[in-house]
């Protein structure tokens, strides 16, 4: 039996009953509505306790992989157990994590393809096998059936063998506008706050397709507010949020921006490892948000480093220096 019980709102994200519920994300929905059909017929012709195949989320940071995961496991009945990946150094650890999973339990490791290549290859011989072989003896120990959730913005930094075990692949995408001012509607009438028309339109335009930021953006207008003793939010309580977080037109924050005046200031290509020196930021960090400039068109990526592209410089003379 599904499980489509009342649950309690957090604060970091919206949180549903069931995939009825969800927002957005219409294929992956789709997809996994009917994984779920398909796992609840085989369990009532066979009788036996499966676990849910193994699948895995790629798709930009903020979207949904994780509440997605969530929603799965209230569905089946089953407890998640959620770990990032990069906390999993060696494939003791892994092993580890493994011997604590229940019959019928959900695995979810974000940002999967941070595995190390050696623990990838223990991680799918346990899915292939359901075996672990601890020690020099080789001794193995059955694990229970589980169904292990990969999360990843880059499913091609898996090695081929790890994406293959994957039964299901959902690909998550951005929002629309449409979608974004519903979950923004919802979010707030779901905490009882009162919320004007134009604030929506404006948090939906400025949250540039994922949801993460767009809750993050509804909470900081409702604490400017909630400041003002105001029991509403108006839009020029977002305009003055945005203000004091620094949010350009797109969404984009005092970061994001300092990194497309940098490519302007050098009039020409800039290698990543001299914007990440001027930014004082990993490299890895700033490949993942300057993937929303190439998505929106203000910076091209070649060989010789990033550029601006004529919007992206008409995007600057938007924002006041």
């Not at 393809?113 to 050696?118: G, M, P, Q, R, Y």
């Not at 300092?258 to 009039?267: A, G, K, P, S």
């Amino acid at each position: 039996m599904k499980a489509n019980s009342m649950i309690q709102d957090e604060d970091t994200q919206p949180i549903v009953a069931s995939l009825s519920h969800v927002i957005g994300q219409s294929r992956a929905v789709t997809v996994l509505q009917t994984a779920l059909d398909a796992y609840f017929n085989d369990r009532q012709k066979t009788g036996i306790e499966a676990a849910f195949p193994h699948l895995l989320m790629c798709g930009p940071g903020g979207v949904g992989k994780t509440l997605l995961s969530e929603t799965i496991a209230r569905e089946v009945c089953a407890k998640c157990h959620t770990e990032l990946a990069q906390n999993i150094g060696n494939p003791g650890q892994m092993q580890g994590l493994l011997m604590m999973l229940e019959p019928g339990d959900i695995l979810l490791l974000d940002e999967i393809h941070e595995l190390t290549s050696t623990v990838q290859v223990c991680l799918y011989r346990a899915l292939e096998e359901r075996k672990l072989f601890l020690g020099g003896n080789r001794k193995a120990i059955t694990l229970p059936p589980f169904c292990l959730i990969g999360a990843t913005t880059d499913e091609y930094l898996l090695t081929p063998s790890m994406r293959d075990r994957f039964k299901i692949l959902l690909r998550l995408t951005h929002y629309s506008d449409d979608e974004m001012t519903l979950l923004i509607s919802q979010r707030a009438k779901r905490l009882g706050w009162q919320l004007h028309e134009k604030s929506i339109g404006e948090l939906a335009r400025r949250s540039r397709g994922v949801p993460r930021l767009a809750v993050r953006m509804l909470d900081a207008a409702k604490r400017v507010a909630s400041s003002e003793s105001s029991d509403v939010i108006e839009a020029e309580h977002v305009h003055r949020m945005l203000e004091i977080e620094g949010v350009d037109e797109l969404g984009f924050d005092l970061t994001e921006q300092r990194y497309l005046h940098l490519l302007r200031e050098h009039q020409g290509p800039v290698r990543l490892n001299v914007i990440a020196t001027h930014l004082g930021l990993p490299k890895q960090t700033i490949e993942m948000f300057e993937r929303d400039f190439i998505r929106l068109g203000l910076i091209n990526k070649s060989e010789k480093g990033r550029a601006l592209t004529a919007v992206g410089v008409e995007h600057l003379k938007t924002i006041q220096e």
